[in-house]
C-alpha cells in the first residue's frame, strides 16, 4: 500500500486556539505529519508524492467564495490594522442569510466556524496538497490497486461546502468520495475519528449516492456539539444516508467494535463499490483529547474489522493528536487492515 503525502503540507503551522476561552498551543501541528509517515513507512507503506492536481479536487466539493476566500484572506488580512498575525473570526453569525459581507472580518465570520481553524501564509497552499493527496489515493484506486492511505494534514472532516472549522479548510474524505464516484454509483464514507464528521455530512447530506456513517464521542458534551446527534438521518434524497452512532464517554474497545459492527451492517446493505474512510485516531485512550477509550490494540482490532470488508478501500487521515501512541496506533491499524484486507480481496477475485 502506498502513503500518499508531500512535504509542503508541513508548511501549515497554526500557532493557537481558543479551548474552554483560553489562548493554548494549537495541536495540529507538522510534528504530527512526521509521526504519522515515519509510522505508515514502518507499516510497510510506501511513499508517494501526490502530483499537482490544481483546483480541480477542492473544486469538486467547495464552492467558488469560498475558494476565493481561502486564497485571498491571508493577504487581505495582512493589510488590516492591527490585526492578527493569523485569520481568526471574531463575529460568527448564526443562520447566515443572503447578504454576503465584502469586508475580510466579515468573510471571515462568514466562512470560519470556531476559532480552531485559523489561515496563516501557508494554510492555503498546504490544504491544497492535503486535498491533492486524498485524490491522488482514490485515483492510485480506481487504477486497481485495493487500498491506498491517504497522510491528509491538515485534515479535513469538519470542513463543509463553504466553511472551515476544527483545524479543517478542505474536505479531504469528501474528495477521495466524490473523485471515487467516477468509478462506482455509489461510495460509503466512515468516519471513526473521535469527533463528529460534521463537514463530511454536511457536504452530503442531500445526496443519496454517498453514505455517511460516523462513529464518534456523543456530541451534547463534545466538539463539535451541534451536529452529530442519532437523529440527523439526511434529508431530500438524501433522507436516510447519513448515519450517526454517537458514543457515551470513554467508551473502550468493546462498545467501539460493537458501534463498529453496527456502522459496517449499515454500510453493507448501501452495497457500495468503494470505501472512505475518515482515519482519525483521537478515539485513543491516551489522545490529549480524552474523548473515547480506544487502546492500541483496539485500532488493530478496527483495522482488521474494516479490512475484511474486502472493498476498495481510500484511508484518509483525520485527527490524532502528538502523544505516545499516536505512531503506534497507525502501525495497529494499518497491521490489522493489511491482514485481513488482502484476504477479502483474494476471496472476492
Ligand atoms: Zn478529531
Redesign the pocket.
Known sequence: MKVIFDAAQRRHYPGFFLTSGARAPNPETPARADILLEAARAAGLTPEVPPDLGLAPAASIHTPEYLAFLEGIFARWQRIEGASEEVIPNIHPDRRGGAYPLSAVGQAGYHMTDTSCPIGAETYAAALRSAHAAAHAAHRVMEGESAAYALCRP?G?HAFKDLAG??CYLNNAAIAAQTLRASTPRVAVLDI???HGNGTQGVFYDRADVLTVSLHADPTRF?PFFWGHGDERGEGPGLGYNFNLPLPRKTGDEGFLAALDRALSRIAVFCPGALVVAL?L?AYEGDP?A?LSVSTPGFRRIGAKIGEFGLPTVLVQ???YVCNGLGGNLIAFLDGFGATHRVAADTER
Do not use: A, C, I, S
Open positions: 485534515p472532516h476544527g483545524f475519528d473521535v469527533h466538539y482519525g483521537d483529547f474523548g483525520e485527527g490524532g
